[in-house]
């Protein structure tokens, strides 16, 4: 089971940036998919970028294309996301999760994922 920890949450304004990180222990798998996923509330959780640990393919929710980028840490242990222009409609618990890379398909699909964080809270004011 992996674990995931998130962190880098807060209040800001709007046109701000915030950068949160996601810290992955535990790993079983020789490589991972890692993906960020946001809900807010009355709200489905969405897929907001993923990226893979065994060559750093990254994928991105066209609302964020542009805005937000996500990598990886030298030991493809922690998993950031650079979130620029930040607007209300980015306000959401921001949730880390992992899957092998074996499971293949649609990154955004949140039943693939057996392991999450606890999540870290976004919130943009106007």
């Known amino acids: 089971q992996v674990q995931l920890v998130e962190s880098g949450g807060g209040s800001l304004q709007a046109g701000g940036s915030l950068r949160l990180s996601c810290v992955a222990s535990?790993?079983?798998?020789?490589?991972?998919?890692l993906t960020w996923f946001r809900q807010a509330p009355g709200k489905e959780r969405e897929g907001v970028a993923s990226?893979?640990?065994?060559?750093?393919?990254?994928y991105y929710t066209d609302d964020v294309k542009g805005r937000f980028t996500i990598s990886l840490g030298n030991s493809k242990n922690i998993v950031y996301l650079q979130m620029n222009n930040l607007g209300p409609e980015d306000t959401a618990m921001y949730y880390c999760?992992?899957?092998?890379?074996?499971?293949?398909?649609?990154?955004?699909?949140?039943?693939?994922?057996?392991?999450w964080g606890q999540g870290t809270q976004v919130t943009v004011s106007s």
């Open positions: 999760a992992a899957r092998s890379s074996q499971v293949v398909g649609q990154p955004f699909i949140p039943r693939t994922y057996p392991n």
């Open positions: 535990g790993y079983i798998f020789p490589h991972y998919r």
């Open positions: 990226i893979s640990t065994d060559g750093g393919e990254t």
